[in-house]
C-alpha cells in the first residue's frame, strides 16, 4: 500500500509574501479595529513625548545653564547672562563690581566670561531667574515624564487585550476548521503538528498583534519626528550624521532575508519534536516492552539536534546583526561629537543643541534597532502565519448537501424521521488511489433488523461504518438511510440517531457523567438510574469514590477495558438511538466481564435496528443477516444456519475458530 503520511507538513512552502498574510489576518483584527485606533493615537502621543524629551534639554541648556551667543553691533557672537535688575541683591552686586554691562532698566546683560569674577554665592544671587528656569524645566521634564508612563501602560492594556482576544478567536476558528476535517486528513497528518498549529504557532502571533502593528507605527513615526527635528536644529550637522544610514538599510535587508528562513526552520523541527514526544507518551507501553529506549532517544536526539543547528542560526543572525548596529549607532554619535563638538568650540551652534543632537542620535538608531527586530519577530510570525493558513486551506471536508428543492411533508428529509431501512448500493471505496478496499458492495438493513459482517482482517468491515457514519463518501456508489443518499442528507440529525460502540472506546477527560450524557443533560435522575442498570453500569458507578461524577483520566486510563465498554454502553443508551453500531465490542473482554457485556448489548439491541463487526464468530450466531466479506467482497450472504449447510468460507472460519 502507498502511504502519503505527513504531506501536509512536509510539503515544501514556496515563498510567501507577508502582505497576503497580513491581508488574511485582518478578519480577525477588525473587530477591533477602534482599540487598534485608539492605540494608534496613544502611540502618536508616546512618540511626541519622546521627541519632547531631548528638546527640552537643549532649552534648559541654552537658555537657563549655558546661554546661546548672540551676535553684537560688531558682528561678534557673544555670550550674555540676564540678571533680574527688579532683584536688589543682584542689582546691587552687578553696581558693585564694576562690570561693564547693558540694561533697559528691568534686565541687565552681562559677559558669561566675566561671571567667573564672582563667587559661587554672587554667583547663586545673579543666576536666581535662570535656576528657577532650571526647576520649572525639570518638573516639566517630570511631568512629561509621568504622561509618558500613564500612556505607554493604557496603551499597552489595549494592545494586550486586542491581541489575547484575536489569538482567542483565530484559535477557535482553526480549531473548528480542525475538528470539521474529514478522516482522511487526520489518518494521514501527525497529531504533534496539528497541535503544534493550534498551540505554538498561535501563540506566536502573539508580539505580531500586540506591539508589531502598532510600534512599527511608531518607530515609523519617531524617525520622521527626530528627522524632522534634527534637521530644524542644524541642517549640516543632521545630513553629517545621516552618513551611516545607506550601511544600515543595507544590512537591515540583508540580515532579515536570513532571518526568514532560519524562522521557517525553527518552526518545521518544533513541529516534528512535539510530533516525536507526542508519539512516544502514546507508544510508551510498547518502547518500553521492547527495551527501545535508546534507539528512541537515538531518534529523539536527531530531531532535537537539527532543532538545535536552527536554533543556532538563528542566534548567528542576531549575534551578528545587533553589534553591527550598535557599531553603527557609536558611529554616528562620534560622528556628531567631531563635527558638531568643533561647530561648538567655533560658536556656531549652541551646546544645548549638541546635547540634543546626540540624544537625539542614540534615539535614532532605537527605531532602527526595534524596527529590524520587529521585523525578524515577524518573521516568526509569518512563518507560524503560513502553517496556520496551510491548515485552515485544507480543503480534506465531506461536502455538505446540496440545497434542496422545497418539498412536501411526506417527502422531507430523514432528519425528522426513524431510521427505518440501510442500503448500501454498489459501493466501491479506497483509501489511496488505485488500491481498492470495498468493490461493488451490495446490502440493505431493514428496521428492527440485525446484521452481522464477519471477515478476515483487511476484508473491509471497518471501511463499511465508516461508510455508513459518513466518515469517508464512496469512490461509486451510494449509501442510503430512508431511500436518501447520505450526501444529501443531514448528517447531523441522522448523527443523533446512531449510536457506535466501538473495539476500543474512547473516553474524556471528565466526569462519568460528562461521558454518559454527551450533552444530553435533558434525562431525569429516574431516567439515568434506569440507563445505568441497562448498561450493567451501577455496580461500576457504585464502586467509584464520588459515583457518577467521579473524574476519569484521559481516555479513561484508570478504568479497565470492561469498564470502559460498559461506560461507552451507557453512553449509546443515553442517546436513544434506532441505529446501534458495534465494532466487536466484546472481542478484548474477559469471559466474566463479557456476560456483563453481552447482557448490556442485548438490552441496547432490543428492538433495534443493528450492524455489528464480528471478530468473534459467536458474536454474528443470532444475528438476522450474516455478511461475509473477503478481499473488499462480499462472496457469503444469509443466517449462520444457512451458511453452515454450505460448507463455504464461513462455515471454515467457525471450524478454524473452534
Same mark, same amino acid.
Given at each position: 500500500?502507498?502511504?502519503?503520511?505527513?504531506?501536509?507538513?512536509?510539503?515544501?512552502?514556496?515563498?510567501?509574501?507577508?502582505?497576503?498574510?497580513?491581508?488574511?489576518?485582518?478578519?480577525?483584527?477588525?473587530?477591533?479595529?477602534?482599540?487598534?485606533?485608539?492605540?494608534?493615537?496613544?502611540?502618536?502621543?508616546?512618540?511626541?513625548?519622546?521627541?519632547?524629551?531631548?528638546?527640552?534639554?537643549?532649552?534648559?541648556?541654552?537658555?537657563?545653564?549655558?546661554?546661546?551667543?548672540?551676535?553684537?553691533?560688531?558682528?561678534?557672537?557673544?555670550?550674555?547672562?540676564?540678571?533680574?535688575?527688579?532683584?536688589?541683591?543682584?542689582?546691587?552686586?552687578?553696581?558693585?563690581?564694576?562690570?561693564?554691562?547693558?540694561?533697559?532698566?528691568?534686565?541687565?546683560?552681562?559677559?558669561?566670561?566675566?561671571?567667573?569674577?564672582?563667587?559661587?554665592?554672587?554667583?547663586?544671587?545673579?543666576?536666581?531667574?535662570?535656576?528657577?528656569?532650571?526647576?520649572?524645566?525639570?518638573?516639566?521634564?517630570?511631568?512629561?515624564?509621568?504622561?509618558?508612563?500613564?500612556?505607554?501602560?493604557?496603551?499597552?492594556?489595549?494592545?494586550?487585550?486586542?491581541?489575547?482576544?484575536?489569538?482567542?478567536?483565530?484559535?477557535?476558528?482553526?480549531?473548528?476548521?480542525?475538528?470539521?476535517?474529514?478522516?482522511?486528513?487526520?489518518?494521514?497528518?501527525?497529531?504533534?503538528?496539528?497541535?503544534?498549529?493550534?498551540?505554538?504557532?498561535?501563540?506566536?502571533?502573539?508580539?505580531?498583534?500586540?506591539?508589531?502593528?502598532?510600534?512599527?507605527?511608531?518607530?515609523?513615526?519617531?524617525?520622521?519626528?527626530?528627522?524632522?527635528?534634527?534637521?530644524?536644529?542644524?541642517?549640516?550637522?543632521?545630513?553629517?550624521?545621516?552618513?551611516?544610514?545607506?550601511?544600515?538599510?543595507?544590512?537591515?535587508?540583508?540580515?532579515?532575508?536570513?532571518?526568514?528562513?532560519?524562522?521557517?526552520?525553527?518552526?518545521?523541527?518544533?513541529?516534528?519534536?512535539?510530533?516525536?514526544?507526542?508519539?512516544?507518551?502514546?507508544?510508551?507501553?510498547?518502547?518500553?516492552?521492547?527495551?527501545?529506549?535508546?534507539?528512541?532517544?537515538?531518534?529523539?536526539?536527531?530531531?532535537?539536534?537539527?532543532?538545535?543547528?536552527?536554533?543556532?542560526?538563528?542566534?548567528?543572525?542576531?549575534?551578528?546583526?545587533?553589534?553591527?548596529?550598535?557599531?553603527?549607532?557609536?558611529?554616528?554619535?562620534?560622528?556628531?561629537?567631531?563635527?558638531?563638538?568643533?561647530?561648538?568650540?567655533?560658536?556656531?551652534?549652541?551646546?544645548?543643541?549638541?546635547?540634543?543632537?546626540?540624544?537625539?542620535?542614540?534615539?535614532?538608531?532605537?527605531?532602527?534597532?526595534?524596527?529590524?527586530?520587529?521585523?525578524?519577530?515577524?518573521?516568526?510570525?509569518?512563518?507560524?502565519?503560513?502553517?496556520?493558513?496551510?491548515?485552515?486551506?485544507?480543503?480534506?471536508?465531506?461536502?455538505?448537501?446540496?440545497?434542496?428543492?422545497?418539498?412536501?411533508?411526506?417527502?422531507?428529509?430523514?432528519?425528522?424521521?426513524?431510521?427505518?431501512?440501510?442500503?448500501?448500493?454498489?459501493?466501491?471505496?479506497?483509501?489511496?488511489?488505485?488500491?481498492?478496499?470495498?468493490?461493488?458492495?451490495?446490502?440493505?438493513?431493514?428496521?428492527?433488523?440485525?446484521?452481522?459482517?464477519?471477515?478476515?482482517?483487511?476484508?473491509?468491515?471497518?471501511?463499511?461504518?465508516?461508510?455508513?457514519?459518513?466518515?469517508?463518501?464512496?469512490?461509486?456508489?451510494?449509501?442510503?438511510?430512508?431511500?436518501?443518499?447520505?450526501?444529501?442528507?443531514?448528517?447531523?440529525?441522522?448523527?443523533?440517531?446512531?449510536?457506535?460502540?466501538?473495539?476500543?472506546?474512547?473516553?474524556?477527560?471528565?466526569?462519568?457523567?460528562?461521558?454518559?450524557?454527551?450533552?444530553?443533560?435533558?434525562?431525569?435522575?429516574?431516567?439515568?438510574?434506569?440507563?445505568?442498570?441497562?448498561?450493567?453500569?451501577?455496580?461500576?458507578?457504585?464502586?467509584?469514590?464520588?459515583?457518577?461524577?467521579?473524574?476519569?483520566?484521559?481516555?479513561?486510563?484508570?478504568?479497565?477495558?470492561?469498564?470502559?465498554?460498559?461506560?461507552?454502553?451507557?453512553?449509546?443508551? #443515553? @442517546?436513544?438511538? *434506532?441505529? $446501534?453500531?458495534?465494532?466487536?465490542?466484546?472481542?478484548? %473482554?474477559? !469471559?466474566? /466481564?463479557? +456476560?456483563? =457485556?453481552?447482557?448490556?448489548?442485548?438490552?441496547?439491541?432490543?428492538?433495534?435496528?443493528?450492524?455489528?463487526?464480528?471478530?468473534?464468530?459467536?458474536? #454474528? @450466531?443470532?444475528? *438476522?443477516? $450474516?455478511?461475509?466479506?473477503?478481499?473488499?467482497?462480499? %462472496?457469503? !450472504?444469509? /443466517?449462520? +444456519?444457512? =451458511?453452515?449447510?454450505?460448507?463455504?468460507?464461513?462455515?471454515?472460519?467457525?471450524?478454524?475458530?473452534?
Amino acid at each position: 500500500m502507498k502511504l502519503d503520511f505527513g504531506h501536509f507538513e512536509e510539503d515544501q512552502l514556496d515563498k510567501p509574501y507577508d502582505v497576503h498574510l497580513m491581508r488574511r489576518l485582518l478578519p480577525f483584527i477588525s473587530p477591533y479595529r477602534w482599540m487598534l485606533a485608539l492605540s494608534v493615537v496613544m502611540v502618536v502621543l508616546i512618540t511626541l513625548l519622546d521627541l519632547a524629551l531631548p528638546y527640552i534639554t537643549k532649552i534648559t541648556i541654552d537658555r537657563y545653564i549655558v546661554p546661546e551667543a548672540v551676535n553684537t553691533e560688531g558682528n561678534d557672537s557673544v555670550r550674555r547672562i540676564r540678571v533680574d535688575m527688579g532683584d536688589p541683591e543682584a542689582a546691587a552686586l552687578i553696581r558693585q563690581s564694576g562690570i561693564q554691562f547693558q540694561s533697559d532698566g528691568n534686565v541687565a546683560e552681562i559677559p558669561y566670561r566675566q561671571i567667573s569674577s564672582f563667587s559661587p554665592e554672587e554667583i547663586e544671587i545673579l543666576r536666581r531667574k535662570d535656576l528657577s528656569g532650571v526647576r520649572r524645566m525639570a518638573l516639566f521634564f517630570l511631568a512629561i515624564v509621568t504622561m509618558h508612563f500613564v500612556i505607554n501602560f493604557l496603551q499597552m492594556m489595549i494592545m494586550e487585550y486586542t491581541g489575547q482576544r484575536v489569538m482567542h478567536d483565530l484559535r477557535m476558528q482553526l480549531f473548528s476548521h480542525v475538528q470539521n476535517l474529514s478522516m482522511a486528513f487526520f489518518t494521514r497528518n501527525p497529531v504533534g503538528r496539528l497541535v503544534t498549529r493550534v498551540t505554538n504557532d498561535v501563540q506566536n502571533m502573539h508580539e505580531l498583534f500586540t506591539s508589531i502593528i502598532v510600534f512599527v507605527f511608531k518607530d515609523l513615526f519617531l524617525l520622521v519626528g527626530i528627522s524632522a527635528v534634527l534637521l530644524s536644529i542644524n541642517w549640516k550637522l543632521a545630513l553629517v550624521s545621516f552618513m551611516v544610514l545607506p550601511f544600515v538599510v543595507y544590512i537591515s535587508i540583508f540580515f532579515a532575508s536570513q532571518a526568514r528562513e532560519a524562522f521557517r526552520t525553527l518552526r518545521l523541527k518544533t513541529a516534528e519534536i512535539n510530533t516525536r514526544f507526542s508519539e512516544t507518551i502514546d507508544g510508551i507501553r510498547v518502547i518500553q516492552l521492547f527495551r527501545q529506549e535508546k534507539r528512541n532517544a537515538r531518534r529523539f536526539q536527531k530531531v532535537n539536534h537539527e532543532f538545535y543547528l536552527a536554533g543556532m542560526r538563528q542566534l548567528h543572525v542576531f549575534a551578528v546583526f545587533m553589534p553591527v548596529i550598535e557599531l553603527l549607532s557609536a558611529l554616528s554619535v562620534g560622528i556628531v561629537i567631531w563635527y558638531g563638538g568643533g561647530e561648538v568650540i567655533r560658536e556656531a551652534l549652541s551646546l544645548g543643541a549638541l546635547v540634543a543632537f546626540i540624544s537625539y542620535m542614540k534615539m535614532f538608531f532605537r527605531p532602527i534597532r526595534d524596527i529590524a527586530e520587529k521585523y525578524n519577530v515577524m518573521q516568526n510570525a509569518m512563518a507560524s502565519a503560513e502553517r496556520i493558513f496551510l491548515l485552515m486551506d485544507s480543503t480534506q471536508t465531506l461536502p455538505d448537501p446540496a440545497p434542496q428543492p422545497p418539498v412536501t411533508a411526506a417527502k422531507k428529509s430523514t432528519g425528522g424521521a426513524n431510521i427505518r431501512e440501510i442500503r448500501f448500493d454498489r459501493i466501491r471505496f479506497e483509501y489511496v488511489e488505485g488500491e481498492p478496499v470495498l468493490e461493488d458492495v451490495s446490502f440493505d438493513v431493514t428496521a428492527g433488523r440485525t446484521l452481522a459482517v464477519v471477515g478476515p482482517t483487511g476484508s473491509g468491515k471497518t471501511t463499511l461504518i465508516n461508510l455508513l457514519l459518513r466518515f469517508y463518501d464512496p469512490v461509486s456508489g451510494r449509501v442510503l438511510i430512508n431511500g436518501q443518499d447520505l450526501r444529501q442528507s443531514d448528517m447531523v440529525a441522522l448523527k443523533s440517531k446512531m449510536a457506535l460502540v466501538m473495539q476500543e472506546p474512547f473516553l474524556f477527560s471528565a466526569s462519568v457523567r460528562e461521558n454518559i450524557m454527551q450533552g444530553s443533560n435533558h434525562r431525569s435522575d429516574a431516567e439515568l438510574t434506569r440507563l445505568l442498570a441497562l448498561s450493567n453500569c451501577t455496580d461500576l458507578v457504585n464502586s467509584l469514590p464520588e459515583g457518577i461524577d467521579t473524574m476519569i483520566g484521559e481516555g479513561g486510563r484508570n478504568l479497565s477495558s470492561g469498564e470502559r465498554q460498559l461506560v461507552s454502553i451507557a453512553r449509546a443508551f #443515553a @442517546r436513544d438511538p *434506532d441505529l $446501534i453500531i458495534l465494532d466487536e465490542a466484546t472481542s478484548y %473482554i474477559d !469471559s466474566t /466481564t463479557e +456476560e456483563k =457485556l453481552q447482557e448490556a448489548i442485548g438490552n441496547l439491541m432490543a428492538g433495534r435496528t443493528s450492524v455489528i463487526v464480528a471478530h468473534r464468530l459467536s458474536t #454474528a @450466531r443470532n444475528a *438476522d443477516r $450474516i455478511l461475509v466479506l473477503h478481499r473488499g467482497r462480499i %462472496i457469503e !450472504s444469509g /443466517t449462520h +444456519e444457512t =451458511l453452515m449447510q454450505k460448507e463455504g468460507f464461513y462455515a471454515g472460519m467457525v471450524r478454524f475458530q473452534h
